[in-house]
Nanobody, 128 residues
């Protein structure tokens, strides 16, 4: 089992910056991709940025040039540096991880499965 714990959200003024962190804990989990999504009230959840274990990144058009995603594979942690924040960035930001978990079943047979995990989210509010 993997747990994702986010931190770093809060209230910031327009043009300000925040840095979100998401730490993944759990054994026998080979992380492939970690990402940040966000969901504002009344809106669908949307991908903000993603990063693979190899360092390949992808960003939503609305945050390109302002947000930077990075990771520390040794710590299974992903970060989101958010600069030049706008009121429309206000949302709950959720951490996502995809990877392969391995375990032994009741017959001691090794098993593996690709699984998705979500954090509980951290609120980011940008005031004008």
């Amino acid at each position: 089992q993997v747990q994702l714990v986010e931190s770093g959200g809060g209230l910031v003024q327009v043009g300000g910056s925040l840095r979100l962190s998401c730490a993944a804990s759990g054994s026998s989990f080979n992380m492939e991709t970690m990402a940040w999504y966000r969901q504002a009230p009344g809106k669908q959840r949307e991908l903000v940025a993603s990063i693979t274990s190899g360092g390949s990144t992808n960003y939503a058009d609305s945050v390109k040039g302002r947000f930077t995603i990075s990771n520390d594979n040794a710590k299974n942690t992903v970060y989101l540096q958010m600069n030049s924040l706008k009121p429309e960035d206000t949302a709950v930001y959720l951490c996502y991880a995809r990877g392969t978990s391995t375990w032994f079943d009741s017959d001691s047979v090794p098993r593996a499965a690709r699984l998705d995990y979500w954090g509980r989210g951290t609120q980011v509010t940008v005031s004008s």
